[in-house]
């Protein structure tokens, strides 16, 4: 199984800070790679597919780079909403995985 | 819109069954990959299985193979999760999701089930 290190696995931030988060796969994995928001008790939202396409109606304040095995996730400045935890996620393997997760708190 | 429900989740003891279910609306179903994916109360996203559009294609997390059977009704629109010789480990809200194009994206969610596998 290819296995997503996501780091870090926790960070404070304030709102208007930009927020960098990375993923790294444990094979190359092309840009085979997607990223997911989560809130409390809520079902994870797609918001990046494919490495780096903003899903559409997800703002452009989170963007999201990378190929081979080494990828970023960004948010240019940190809104109130978006204190959340997210997840990185391969589909290069047919046996499909998630990062850890990072769980994005307020400073 | 486009939804999906899960229902089916509870308590049940170690070594014991359940089965899940996904009504989908709001889309074609029989068009879409389809795919069930957990999370263990405070941990990460582990995802469980996924069929293809016509149940040809099947496959499983290492974790749950032999144990669980994916299956989808596509004239009733439903995804179905068998879980059989459930341990304490399977405690978990179970989402049904639809892959974007085939194997890729999970872009459409449901809201979770919870199972408890507990004596």
Redesign the interface.
Known sequence: DIQMTQSPSSLSASVGDRVTITCQASQDISNFLNWYQQKPGKAPKLLIYDASNLKSGVPSRFSASGSGTDFTFTISSLQPEDFATYYCQQYDDLLLTFGGGTKVEIK | QVQLVESGGGLVKPGGSLRLSCAASGFTFRDYYM?WIRQAPGK????VS?ISTSGSAI?Y??SVKGRFTIARDNAKKSLYLQMNSLRAEDTAVY?CARG?TT?????V????TMVTVSS
């Open positions: 795919n990460g996203l582990e995802w996924y496959y997390a290492d989402y974007q194997v890729d994206a999970f872009d969610w449901g809201q979770g």
